[in-house]
T-cell receptor
Framework: QKEVEQNSGPLSVPEGAIASLNCTYSDRGSQSFFWYRQYSGKSPELIMFIYSNGDKEDGRFTAQLNKASQYVSLLIRDSQPSDSATYLCAVSPLYQKLVFGQGTRLTINP | GAVVSQHPSRVICKSGTSVKIECRSLDFQATTMFWYRQFPKQSLMLMATSNEGSKATYEQGVEKDKFLINHASLTLSTLTVTSAHPEDSSFYIC?????????????FGPGTRLTVT
C-alpha cells in the first residue's frame, strides 16, 4: 500500500461545477496536510494546507480533513479552465519531509 | 508563502560536462532542502534530502557521486550534476522545508530544466 494515494485521473469537470479531489494516507501520525497545484512544465505551487479536522476555506478552495478516516480532500467551487492542472496531495508527520501522492490530473471543460 | 528561487531556470550542456543548480530560500529559514527530479508526465521523484551543514541523504537508486549536493547555509543549497549524460535530462526542482509558526511547511522553487546533448 502506498503511503499517500490519489486517483491519477484524468478527472473531467464542466466549467462552473465543483471539482472534488480525494487523498488517503496510511500514517496515522501525520500532522500536516497540503495540496499543491502543478501546471504542465512548472513546479508545484502550494494552494492549501490544513492541520486540524474539519474544513478550511480559502476563496474557491476548501480543504477537508478527517484524521479518523485518514483522508483529506480538496473542493474547487466554480471551476475555471485555469484550474486545469495536476493536484498533488502531500502529508507530513510532525516536522518531517512531505510524502506526496502521485497526483490527480484535473481538466475543466469550457 | 515563502519564496524559493532557482538558478538557472534552463540549461543546455554537452554530454560529459557538469552543471550546478542553485536553490535559494529568500525569506524562509530552511532547515531542510529537498531535491526532486521529474520526467515528462511523471510524478515528482525525491532524489535527496539535505540539512544545513551536514551531508545529504540520498534516496535509493540515486548516485551520490553523480548528484553532488551542498547545503552551506539555511538559505542556499546546490545540486551539481557531474559528467552529465542525455538520460540526466529532466526537470530538477528544489524545495525548502522548515517550521513556520510551529508547523512544518515546504515550498518549491520554480525548477531547472536540464537538457544534455
Amino acid at each position: 500500500q502506498k503511503e499517500v494515494e490519489q486517483n491519477s485521473g484524468p478527472l473531467s469537470v464542466p466549467e462552473g461545477a465543483i471539482a472534488s479531489l480525494n487523498c488517503t494516507y496510511s500514517d496515522r501520525g501525520s500532522q500536516s496536510f497540503f495540496w499543491y497545484r502543478q501546471y504542465s512544465g512548472k513546479s508545484p505551487e502550494l494552494i492549501m494546507f490544513i492541520y486540524s479536522n474539519g474544513d478550511k476555506e480559502d476563496g474557491r478552495f476548501t480543504a477537508q480533513l478527517n484524521k479518523a478516516s485518514q483522508y483529506v480532500s480538496l473542493l474547487i467551487r466554480d471551476s475555471q479552465p485555469s484550474d486545469s492542472a495536476t493536484y498533488l496531495c502531500a502529508v507530513s508527520p510532525l516536522y518531517q519531509k512531505l510524502v506526496f501522492g502521485q497526483g490527480t490530473r484535473l481538466t475543466i471543460n469550457p | 508563502g515563502a519564496v524559493v528561487s532557482q538558478h538557472p531556470s534552463r540549461v543546455i550542456c554537452k554530454s560529459g560536462t557538469s552543471v550546478k543548480i542553485e536553490c535559494r530560500s529568500l525569506d524562509f529559514q530552511a532547515t531542510t532542502m529537498f531535491w526532486y527530479r521529474q520526467f515528462p508526465k511523471q510524478s515528482l521523484m525525491l532524489m535527496a534530502t539535505s540539512n544545513e551543514g551536514s551531508k545529504a541523504t540520498y534516496e535509493q537508486g540515486v548516485e551520490k557521486d553523480k548528484f553532488l549536493i551542498n547545503h552551506a547555509s539555511l538559505t542556499l543549497s546546490t545540486l551539481t550534476v557531474t559528467s552529465a549524460h542525455p538520460e540526466d535530462s529532466s526537470f530538477y526542482i528544489c524545495s525548502a522545508g522548515g517550521s513556520g509558526q510551529g508547523r512544518y511547511e515546504q515550498y518549491f522553487g520554480p525548477g531547472t530544466r536540464l537538457t544534455v546533448t
